[in-house]
């Protein structure tokens, strides 16, 4: 007699000290629709409106799982998941820019609670390292809106420099005036990442 198949765990893509970053799977609905059902969550974003759980379901992760479709094991979005208690506390992209493929576009989206634990910062740097130093990537971009301090301050950590601004669609975002709608684009480079990198070793580590 056979007995039950055991499920299959996610896959792993990466690790750091606090977090487990895997590939996203089918199963991670519930996890996304409480991520974003939070309006202080979605507050930059989607014209600063909640996803129901059937907008995850059926365009949300369709979206973000057809990422590894397209790119396979290298890019895509990944679960963050706090290895301490096994939580889901949001989920981290590294993906090519759809304009622009020779660019890298990182981006982040955590649940308010993981806020202020520099969750935002370890998942990058880990991101960027892999980029940089197993994927040949020459250029990291991310973006945000101008009043999104927290995330600007995130990418300026990250060793990131202001680019552009930019101007988000006031058909697609119609409920946001022009000053709102106000976009900043980052900016980090293979060069300078490894210069900072040697700087941090020249001084045992420290930033």
Known sequence: MGGMTEPVPPRVYLETERLTLRYLTEDDVENLHALDADPEVMRYLNNGETHSRDDIVERVLPHYLEHHTQYGDQYGFFAAIERSSGRFI??????????????????YRLMRAAWGHGYATEGSRALLARGFTEYDVETVVADTL?????????????????RSEFRLDADEFPDWDADRRRGVEYVLTRD???????RRDRCGGRS
Do not use: C, K, Q
């Open 192 to 198: 300078a990442w490894e210069a900072a990198a040697r």
């Open 90 to 107: 949001g989920w981290f992209h590294f993906r090519p820019v759809r304009t622009r493929p020779d660019e890298i576009e990182l981006g």
């Open 146 to 162: 101008v009043d999104n301090i927290r995330s600007r301050r995130v990418m300026e950590g990250l060793g990131m420099r202001l």
